[in-house]
């Protein structure tokens, strides 16, 4: 194994990872003497409820055993979630290790972010205060819109994974799939688009392994968007427990029928045989 690649806080699932979780892969880091550890803290100012946001890098420098770790253990970030500036394509990577430093330096010669972005970029995040109130006032929002969502979705009779973080949360549709299967899953990501008007991530667009799970942002919309799309999500449910109901119940209707016609069969057959 050459390496292994974390996202805390995760991506889609919007949880972070514990203090014991990141010494246990600290642990497996240095057991494997060749492999490295790649944490993607991307969302790591988007945490808005505890447990708090935990960065590899902390782990590391509240151990005592460390040694020959430092260069297998590298971070990555940018500012496109955190900020909210995807558009200036301004990332970073932080590492002890000379080898990975000047393969970054050489490849970022490709992706040279320009001088006046630079300059915007030097001067904000410059100003403390700024940023701080900034990352403070964003996570206020984000818990506040991760709860209308929660509360939406619970009101439509869905539930979610729990979570702390992110711009999104890792909802549970499986009741409404009509197979366990990803084809089923399709299909129903295929009605809600259609249908509901709604584009959320299907599991299996995040190599999950069981079906019936969604990622849905709740961050990239106003408050009367959101409510709007909860309230279409639920009639959606709505009508789509009473079509799956209709179809029990006429199954169920069917069967009986066909067990009477089947009883009256038998009934005459025993009659005639007696008058025989």
Request: glycine residues 6%; charged residues 25%.
């Amino acid at each position: 194994m050459k390496g292994v690649l974390v996202t805390n806080p995760s991506n889609p699932l919007g949880t972070t990872m514990s203090r014991s979780e990141l010494n246990l892969l600290v642990d497996f880091i240095k057991e494997k003497k060749d492999t490295h550890l790649i944490s993607d803290e991307i969302y790591s100012g988007t945490v808005f409820s505890s447990p708090g946001f935990v960065s590899i890098m902390e782990i590391l420098k509240e151990r005592n055993d460390t040694d020959g770790i430092w260069n297998r253990v590298h971070v990555v970030y940018s500012l496109s979630k955190d900020l909210g500036l995807p558009g200036f394509r301004v990332g970073a990577i932080y590492s002890e290790n000379d080898t990975v430093v000047a393969a970054a330096t050489k490849m970022s010669s490709f992706g040279l972010v320009s001088s006046q972005t630079q300059y915007l970029l030097s001067a904000m995040l410059g100003d403390k205060k700024f940023t701080r109130n900034y990352i403070v006032e964003n996570q206020k929002r984000l818990k506040r819109r991760q709860r209308m969502m929660v509360s939406g979705l619970q009101k439509a009779g869905i539930s979610c994974l729990e979570s702390n973080a992110g711009l999104f949360c890792w909802v549970d549709m499986r009741h409404l799939l009509h197979s366990n299967t990803f084809e089923a899953e399709m299909e129903l990501w295929k009605k809600i688009v259609y249908q509901v008007g709604l584009n959320i991530s299907p599991g299996s667009s995040c190599h999950c392994t069981e079906p019936g799970w969604f990622r849905v942002c709740f961050a990239n919309m106003s408050e009367d968007t959101l409510t709007l799309a909860m309230k279409r999500l639920k009639n959606f449910v709505a009508e789509s427990t009473c079509t799956q109901r209709s179809a029990l119940f006429n199954g169920t209707s069917k069967k009986k029928s066909l067990t009477k016609w089947v009883f009256r069969l038998s009934s005459r057959d025993h009659r005639e045989q007696e008058e025989r």
